[in-house]
Antibody, heavy 119, light 106 residues
Framework: QVQLVESGGGLVRPGGSLRLSCAAS????????MTWIRQAPGRGLEWISY????????YYGDSVKGRFIISRDNAKNSLYLQMDSLRAEDTAVYYC????????????WGQGTLVTVSS | EIVLTQSPDFQSVTPMEKVTITCRAS?????LHWYQQKPDQSPKLLIN???QPVSGVPSRFSGSGSGTDFTLTINGLEAEDAAAYYC?????????FGQGTKVEIK
């Protein structure tokens, strides 16, 4: 069965960095676009970034552009999110999700990993 | 960026009642999807491409609309439907979500 498992969340100070991972299994990872979405405590969903099957196409939302980098390793069935210059407003549960193409719905999501940015 | 505005933000509903949630886009879109998120769970895809239910989703859930106005309908709310519901557009990047509608059971 399709599984997406995020890891790497934790407590980090403002200005710090963190790298999230998303381990995929149960499907051919290299056939799917992957997306990061986040949800601040008690708030709604925010789309952050996607990466194409080969990594050739990448898009970021304005709130993270220039600070976050999405990447993937198809040989390891893994998606990553490098987060730098973290701010208090980046505090959220971060989810990874897959889609068939860039404009298809996100059909499977992971359980999320919590990132807390606080001094 | 396409802005999606959902209404209402919150709805308290009696079991078996009909629930209607709307999602209005700031410009015409074709790829609109609906998600359900229960407390402490990740979102689950309910309806894709406006009106196509995902396999395994109860038939009481349906979607409709076109252009800028879309609707998620729950015909005969059940207790297990207490959740937040979000619309998502994937017609253009950045993809965007509506702010969510919380449905509570009276």
């Amino acid at each position: 069965q399709v599984q997406l498992v995020e890891s790497g969340g934790g407590l980090v100070r403002p200005g710090g960095s963190l790298r999230l991972s998303c381990a995929a299994s149960g499907f051919t990872f290299s056939d799917y676009y992957m997306t990061w979405i986040r949800q601040a405590p008690g708030r709604g969903l925010e789309w952050i970034s996607y990466i194409s099957t080969t990594g050739a196409a990448i898009y970021y939302g304005d709130s993270v552009k220039g600070r976050f980098i999405i990447s993937r390793d198809n040989a390891k069935n893994s998606l990553y999110l490098q987060m730098d210059s973290l701010r208090a407003e980046d505090t959220a549960v971060y989810y990874c999700a897959r889609s068939n193409k860039w404009n298809d719905p996100l059909d499977y999501w992971g359980q999320g990993t919590l990132v807390t940015v606080s001094s | 960026e396409i802005v999606l505005t959902q209404s209402p933000d919150f709805q308290s509903v009696t079991p078996m009642e009909k629930v209607t949630i709307t999602c209005r886009a700031s410009q015409s879109i074709a790829r609109l999807h609906w998600y359900q998120q229960k407390p402490d769970q990740s979102p689950k895809l309910l309806i894709n491409y406006v009106s196509q239910p995902v396999s395994g989703v109860p038939s009481r859930f349906s979607g409709s609309g076109s252009g800028t106005d879309f609707t998620l309908t729950i015909n005969g709310l059940e207790a297990e439907d207490a959740a937040a519901y979000y619309c998502l557009q994937t017609s253009s990047v950045p993809h965007t979500f509506g702010q969510g509608t919380k449905v509570e059971i009276k």
